[in-house]
């Protein structure tokens, strides 16, 4: 009896594990001639590329130079594709959620040093940090410190996981320092600051290991009272015509993701002209359209296509809180704030 | 739990008897052994103040007894609803016993990730039975609760089929005997039964503990995922991992490795000890 128990746990595991390597990596049908681009992006941007951007440029291509191209995508949560590139996946153009990930290729010497020198600093998307809530706003979520408040279930993603929680995090964590620092006219109160980021820990019902699984807990399974998550995200849930009512905090962040032609796979494959074209073409005007169809905000400034989405009060970037290195150490370093939160309740 | 014993024969020291000898030998290496191995070199390669920081860093300690706590609750629940559950199996005929003793199994063909949906559909705060739990202040899921619903589920059949062969092949007369001299049903039970019962009961404990030490795919839809809170050690381990924390991952893994292996070691002398073959 126990030989058969186990042999059927054996035979399960086996089946769990192919079923698990066979969501891996998704690859279109494979083109025996003509050009081949390895996408290796992060999970949020599927929709937009694999249904908008991919087929535009498949067009552009072949007026331009009469070539078909043909693309093998993978989409997975940043950090992981980050590391997944960074240690031999041979992708040719890398799209992240945040620099910081971005910075894993440069230090694995996978991207060029020089990968944010041009026109829009190597960042293709923009976005902003949004609190998602319930129809009528039953709980009157507004800003950040609603997130705070007794009897609000929230709900973000784990920032050990997740590029999009850590968006999130740095949102409240830079709203409260900004603040701070404006009523004192200079240093913050970090004691202050770090409060808030625990109160509004302390309110969170879940952890999901992606955004995207976070969106799903809040609307197909009816979880909390409020999501924080990147506006993007919200709006294709509107384009899918499942709506999700949101506020955009007085004060919130800007979300810059950039994107790169990883050098040592384009110089393997041969294929760094079109590689960087098409990394062209994502900045192109055509390109920033089909995006905002998705919900991306054109990363130019002077775009028109600006003026659909909703201005916020004060907008903050990365570089306003002193870059990702510096906010990576002070939120979620081994002495960081976030971290600190939970050290504390081990004493 | 009959072990499983060498057969000596004549024709064992041939050079087709030796090659698959060694094959077997090397595949359970190359399998098991090695990459157990490379863990543990690498954990403790930066030395043992690295290991050492990383296994005592409070999340990772919560981690770990979180882990072993709700493990130890759901083998005590185990033990007594799977213990029930052969008994039934073995000493009553009524119908559907059949398709009964089927779906014992059906645990191990699910897998995990889905046995973590299917309680979160269930007893998830949106669901019709987690709202009203949620009435009476019962949290199941994204709580401590959920992970011991899902420890159980999958480690469901260990108990029962560890006890059910033993209870099979029993002799009754000892517990004939015992009611001819006027013993009570239950008092039957608990000198004559259970005693005999006994090593059977310890090994599906163990072996459900050691399953519930490394579940992951369906603690983290339930458990809530949170520092401090909900975080079981493979969760712990996962989050590390993703974030970039090598070390700690690996000093972790190390643990949960060392413990499981305890566990199995421990039922493999206990189950010598208990053995009618060779307990001398």
Redesign the interface.
């Known amino acids: ?2 030989t058969r ?1 186990q042999i ?2 054996f035979v ?1 595991a086996m ?2 594990s192919g ?1 698990v390597a066979g969501c891996g990596s998704s690859s279109g049908p494979v083109a025996s001639s003509g050009d081949v681009i390895k996408l290796g992006a992060y999970s949020v941007v599927r929709e937009a590329f694999h249904d908008a951007l991919i087929p535009a440029f498949q067009q552009h291509w072949k007026q331009k130079t009469g070539r078909e191209v043909s693309f093998e995508e993978s989409y997975n ?1 940043s ?2 594709q980050a ?1 997944a590139i960074a240690s031999g996946f041979d992708a040719d153009v890398a799209i992240l959620s945040h620099s910081g990930d971005m910075n ?1 290729l440069v230090q694995a010497n996978r991207v060029a040093k020089d990968w944010d020198q041009n026109a829009t600093h190597g960042i293709v998307t923009h976005s902003v940090v949004v609190i998602g809530h319930r129809d009528g706003n039953p709980k009157g979520i507004k800003d950040w410190s609603d997130l705070a408040k007794p009897g609000v ?1 929230v709900l973000y993603p ?4 997740s590029g999009g929680a850590r968006w999130n995090i740095n949102a409240i964590y830079g709203s409260a320092l900004l603040a701070s620092k404006a009523a004192s006219g200079g240093s913050p109160d970090l004691a202050a600051v770090g409060d808030l980021l625990k109160r509004v820990q302390a309110n ?6 992606s955004g995207r699984q976070s969106m799903a807990s809040f609307s197909e ?3 909390g009272d409020a999501v924080v998550t990147y506006e993007n995200e919200i709006l294709l849930r509107k384009k899918e015509a499942k709506p999700i009512e949101y506020v955009v905090p007085e004060a919130t962040l800007l979300i810059e993701s950039p994107a790169a032609v990883v050098d040592s796979s384009v110089e393997k494959h041969k294929n760094r002209e079109v590689a960087t074209a098409f990394l062209a073409f994502l900045t192109s005007s055509e390109g920033q359209k089909l995006l905002a169809d998705y919900g991306f905000r054109p990363v130019d400034p002077a775009s028109p296509a600006l003026a659909e989405f909703p201005k916020p009060a004060k907008l903050f970037t990365m570089a306003d809180l002193g870059g990702w290195d510096e906010v990576q150490t002070a939120v ?1 370093g081994p002495k960081g704030l976030w971290t600190s939160i ?2 504390d ?3 | ?1 009959a072990r499983v014993e060498t057969k000596r024969g004549g024709g064992d020291t041939g050079l087709p008897d030796l090659a698959l000898r060694g094959m077997t030998l090397g595949y359970l290496g190359w399998m098991v052994v090695l990459p157990i191995v490379a863990l543990g070199y690498q954990a403790l390669a930066a030395g043992p103040q690295a290991f050492l920081d990383a296994v005592l860093d ?2 990772a ?2 981690a770990l007894k979180l882990t072993v706590v709700t493990a130890l609750v759901m083998v005590v629940i185990n033990v007594v609803m799977g213990t029930a559950t052969a008994w039934v199996l073995v000493r009553y005929e009524f119908p559907g016993k059949r398709v009964m003793n089927a779906l014992i ?1 059906l645990p ?5 990730v889905v046995t973590g949906l299917m309680l ?2 269930l007893y ?3 669901s019709v039975l987690g709202t009203i739990l949620g009435q009476y202040g019962f949290s199941v899921i ?1 709580a401590q609760p959920g992970i011991v619903l899902a420890l159980l589920f999958v480690s469901y ?2 108990a029962i ?2 006890v ?2 033993v209870l099979l092949e029993l002799d009754r007369a000892e517990e004939e005997a015992a009611a001819t001299m006027g013993a009570s049903g239950w008092l039957t039970f608990w000198r004559v039964t259970l005693p005999t019962l006994v090593p059977a009961i310890i090994t599906g404990a163990g072996l459900s503990f050691g399953r519930a030490l490394g579940e992951f ?1 369906s603690v ?1 839809l339930v458990a ?5 809170k909900t975080k079981t050690t493979p969760l712990y381990v ?3 991992i ?3 924390n090598k070390q700690g991952a690996m000093a972790v893994s190390l643990v949960l490795l060392a413990l499981s292996l305890g566990v199995l070691i421990f039922l493999n002398l206990y189950q010598r000890r208990w053995s009618p073959e060779d307990g001398h």
Do not use: C, W
């Not at chain 1, 969170?204 to 290991?209: E, F, K, P």
């Not at chain 2, 191990?108 to 995990?112: K, L, Q």
């Open positions: 009896m126990k128990v059927l746990g399960t089946a769990i079923l949560a950090g992981a590391r894993q279930g784990d920032p050990k996981t969170v019902v879940n952890m999901d290991a399974r009816g979880i979620y939970f050290s309740q081990g004493k | 739990m409070p999340q300690i919560h199994d191990f063909a699910v897998p995990t979160v559909l998830g705060p949106s994204y059949p260990f089929r560890s059910q062969p795919g983290i809530g995922n949170q520092p401090m996962f989050g590390e993703e974030s970039g």
